[in-house]
């Protein structure tokens, strides 16, 4: 089973920066892509962001710009650095191999959760 342990979620104000943390398997993540999803209650998760073993990245049109994944692969770690938050950014934020996350009933953490709010 997959090891997925997401942290650094929090309560923040509009305009606020939170950088959220994902500690995964070794094996599974020294050899694939991985990526964030946040999941809002009532609604789908989706991907937000996606980075590959090498380094390469792609975002949500709606963090473009505002987010920013980064791995470090000696530590087995996820990073999604969060800027001028807004409250439409408020989720259940997950980590995992985008690949895995196809297979139906794969297993996901607990999540992070981020709200955004006055």
């Known amino acids: 089973q997959v090891q997925l342990v997401e942290s650094g979620g929090g309560l923040v104000q509009p305009g606020g920066s939170l950088r959220l943390t994902c500690v995964a398997s070794?094996?599974?993540?020294?050899?694939?892509?991985m990526a964030w999803y946040r999941q809002a209650p009532g609604n789908e998760r989706e991907l937000v962001a996606i980075?590959?073993?090498?380094?390469?990245?792609n975002y949500a049109d709606s963090v473009k710009g505002r987010f920013t994944i980064s791995r470090d692969n000696a530590k087995n770690t996820l990073y999604l650095q969060m800027n001028n938050l807004k409250p439409e950014d408020s989720a259940v934020y997950y980590c995992?191999?985008?690949?895995?996350?196809?297979?139906?009933?794969?297993?996901w953490g607990q999540g992070t959760q981020v709200t955004v709010s006055s």
């Open positions: 995992n191999d985008p690949t895995r996350a196809l297979v139906q009933g794969t297993s």
């Open positions: 980075i590959s073993s090498g380094g390469s990245t």
């Open positions: 070794k094996s599974i993540f020294s050899m694939s892509h």
